[in-house]
């Protein structure tokens, strides 16, 4: 049994900063690829940022230069830092994580629940 659980949602002024926290916990061998999704209503869901477990970094063009990705792989843990946040980056937010559970010898994508995000005045 896996979970992630994100943390670190709310609303927060145009021009603002939240840092999301998404701990995954379980029978976990390793983990590959972490990642944040994010998904507005009406909209399909997209990917924010991603991290490789070497640290190797991509994001959606919106977010380049405002959001930053991380990880510490010894807490099994992604961080997201959101800053200059705008009205448009109000959405719910996914953790993602390709991970290798143990007895399974093919990785597995998990999501966690999602946290909100509300960028409002």
């Known amino acids: 049994q896996v979970q992630l659980v994100e943390s670190g949602g709310g609303l927060v002024q145009p021009g603002g900063s939240l840092r999301l926290s998404c701990a995954a916990s379980?029978?976990?061998?390793?983990?590959?690829?972490m990642g944040w999704y994010r998904q507005a209503p009406g909209n399909e869901r997209e990917l924010v940022a991603a991290?490789?477990?070497?640290?190797?970094?991509n994001y959606a063009d919106s977010v380049k230069g405002r959001f930053t990705i991380s990880r510490d792989n010894a807490k099994n843990t992604v961080y997201l830092q959101m800053t200059s946040l705008k009205p448009e980056d109000t959405a719910v937010y996914y953790c993602?994580?390709?991970?290798?559970?143990?007895?399974?010898?093919?990785?597995?994508?998990?999501w966690g629940k999602g946290t909100l995000v509300t960028v409002s005045s």
């Open positions: 991290i490789s477990s070497g640290g190797s970094t």
């Open positions: 993602n994580a390709d991970l290798l559970v143990w007895g399974k010898n093919y990785s597995i994508a998990y």
């Open positions: 379980g029978s976990i061998f390793s983990i590959n690829a």
